[in-house]
């Protein structure tokens, strides 16, 4: 498990300065708004103001001003910020107010502000469950399992020529590429009503997927590496039956060559991966900003990359099946694809595993 000693990004970055220009930031997103830290404008009373932040929107016939308090305290907004900052709004003629603090406010307050259309929000810390499952901190296992068919063999062959040639000798290679394509070279036909079959090399992908998938099924546990080495493989030798199955005939160019059977040796592997990691790691903060009128909630964040300041879209409780959930410690599977090439990690050994016989009966059956 990660180190989840949980440090406030709050309390580690912000003074009340940094607060002020953080808050600034989160209105600096297009051309057409100005945020301005730390300005002074005389009321039409003739008082003066120091305003922690103001945001110049400007619209085709209009410009709206927005006025913005930053309070940093130990101890929540009262009543009394309020109604300073309506007095403000109007003597300044700006169209709204907004306040932005780290404490929260007193329910006076809050109730006070929804009366004068000002907005109040808080900055805070993410909560635990804000992070999603399965939380902040993440750990889980990957296990990755790939499979190769080699050494491929033709059994209980016979030659049916077309003409007084017979051939040579069979090479039997078959590519199981991504850019492999099913050639007639591999088609399966029935003999002597030459009806066409599946194709071999699909054939022998689906056995493949098959027979890794069965050994994924079975293998429910986690991989407790010896010498640091977190891979298991195991070679099986396969045999492919024919018995009962019409399309056993391939095409050479002197005639068709019958086979009752197929045999190769198929190379399976696991390796885990422990993925261990804080979600945070890559951000200098990530906070949370919510309205208390609307109870709308976003997070706020600054990668370490870039000095920008993210605003997130609303944050929205989804309610997930817990199957749909990856939970810490869990294992995840995956199975490569046919034509992902793969290397046993140095010093591997390789078991040895009992004959997998698989009879191919109904000549609908797709393999995919």
Not at 80 to 106: H, P, R, S
Not at 159 to 188: C, H, M, N, S, V
Request: glycine content about 4%.
């Amino acid at each position: 498990m990660p180190d989840q000693t949980i440090s406030s990004f709050l309390q580690k970055i912000f003074d009340w300065k940094e607060f002020e220009i953080l808050v600034a930031d989160l209105y600096r997103e297009s051309d057409e708004i100005i945020a301005e830290h730390n300005i002074t404008e005389y009321g039409k009373s003739g008082s003066k103001y120091q305003i922690d932040v103001r945001v110049i929107q400007k619209i085709k016939l209009h410009e709206i001003k927005i006025l913005i308090e930053c309070k940093r305290w130990k101890s929540k907004v009262d009543r009394q910020i309020i109604n300073i900052m309506a007095a403000t709004i109007d003597d300044l003629n700006a169209n709204k107010g907004v306040i932005f603090t780290t404490k929260g406010y007193e329910e006076g307050a809050i109730q006070y502000a929804r009366s004068k259309n000002i907005d109040i929000f808080i900055i805070r810390d993410v909560a635990e469950e804000e992070w999603g499952e399965p939380g902040r901190f993440v750990w889980f296992y990957l296990q990755t399992f790939n499979g190769k068919i080699t050494n491929i063999r033709l059994g209980g062959t016979r030659f049916y020529p077309t003409g007084d040639e017979r051939p040579q000798k069979l090479e039997l290679t078959i590519p199981f590429t991504r850019e492999a394509e099913l050639t007639d070279q591999f088609q399966l036909y029935s003999y002597p009503e030459l009806k066409k079959g599946d194709n071999l090399i699909r054939l022998l992908r689906g056995i493949r997927n098959r027979v890794l998938q069965n050994w994924l099924n079975y293998f429910n546990y986690r991989i407790q590496p010896e010498n640091g080495k977190p891979e298991i493989a195991i070679e099986t030798p396969v045999v492919v039956k024919f018995e009962n199955y019409p399309f056993k005939f391939l095409k050479v160019e002197q005639g068709f060559i019958k086979f009752e059977t197929i045999h190769f040796n198929f190379l399976q592997s696991v390796v885990q991966t422990k993925f261990d990691f804080d979600r945070a790691d890559s951000s200098d903060f990530v906070l949370v900003v919510e309205n208390y009128i609307t109870q709308q909630r976003n997070f706020i964040s600054r990668s370490k990359e870039e000095s920008k300041v993210i605003l997130s879209e609303p944050i929205v409780n989804q309610n997930k099946d817990d199957d749909q959930i990856v939970k810490n410690g869990s294992i995840l599977k995956i199975i490569m694809d046919y034509y992902v090439n793969f290397e046993l990690l140095l010093d591997t050994k390789v078991q040895k595993s009992q004959t997998v016989t698989v009879n191919i009966q109904n000549p609908e059956t797709k393999h995919d």
